[in-house]
Each structure stands twice: as C-alpha cells, then as structure tokens.
C-alpha cells in the first residue's frame, strides 16, 4: 500500500487549501479513507473520514469548513480545507484502512501552516 499525500503549503487565516492523497497497490473500493494531523506536541487526531459507501465524519472543529471526498477512477482521495484558522496548523496524514480490518496504512504527511 502506498499513499501519496500532496497540497499542503502556508496560507493566511481565512484562506483555503485542498489536499490530495493518491493510492495504490490497493483495491480503492474497498478501503475505508481519512486524514489525520498532528500538531507540534499534540497526538495525531482523525480530521475527516470518507467510508468505502461514501458516509463521512468530522471532527467538530472543522465541521462546516472541511469537506472530504473520494474519486474512485483516480484513486484519491480529497480534503478541502476553507476558512482555515492557525489552530489547522499541522502536518496532514492519509489514512487507509480496509473494510473489517485493523490494519492501518499511512502517507508520508504534508504540512499545513496558516498565518494569522
């Protein structure tokens, strides 16, 4: 399994991002898809999740300001990020996990900074 995790940069409070994350080595379908994001002396916490049958969840704090989505013919998966504030600041993690599995699958990260 292999995501690649891309979009993070430094952005003013208020202003948007949108990550990607490409899988592969995966059937896509059948893999449960999130992101999570650390930041500096934080544990790692699950923003958005996007089921296999396209069901969501957020954390409260980005509800109504986050959307998460999935493209099954690219094999990625999308988290667009408006209204960002400097409490997004951290570094943003694909997640992957099978259908009734418990094995986690990780990508590589990629950092969100938002200047106030």
């Known amino acids: 399994v292999q995501l690649q995790a891309s979009g993070g940069g430094l952005v003013q409070a208020g202003g948007a991002l949108n990550l990607s994350c490409v899988a592969s080595?995966?059937?896509?379908?059948?893999?449960?898809m999130g992101w999570y994001r650390q930041a500096p002396g934080k544990q790692r916490e699950l923003v958005a999740r996007?089921?296999?049958?396209?069901?969501?969840n957020y954390v409260d704090s980005v509800k109504g300001r986050f959307t998460i989505s999935r493209d099954s013919a690219k094999n990625t998966v999308y988290l667009q990020m408006n209204s960002l504030k400097p409490e997004d600041t951290a570094v943003y993690y694909c997640?992957?996990?099978?259908?009734?599995?418990?094995?986690?699958?990780w990508g590589q990260g990629t950092q969100v900074t938002v200047s106030s």
């Open positions: 080595g995966i059937t896509f379908s059948r893999y449960d």
């Open positions: 997640h992957a996990r099978r259908m009734f599995s418990a094995a986690d699958n």
């Open positions: 996007i089921r296999s049958g396209g069901s969501t």
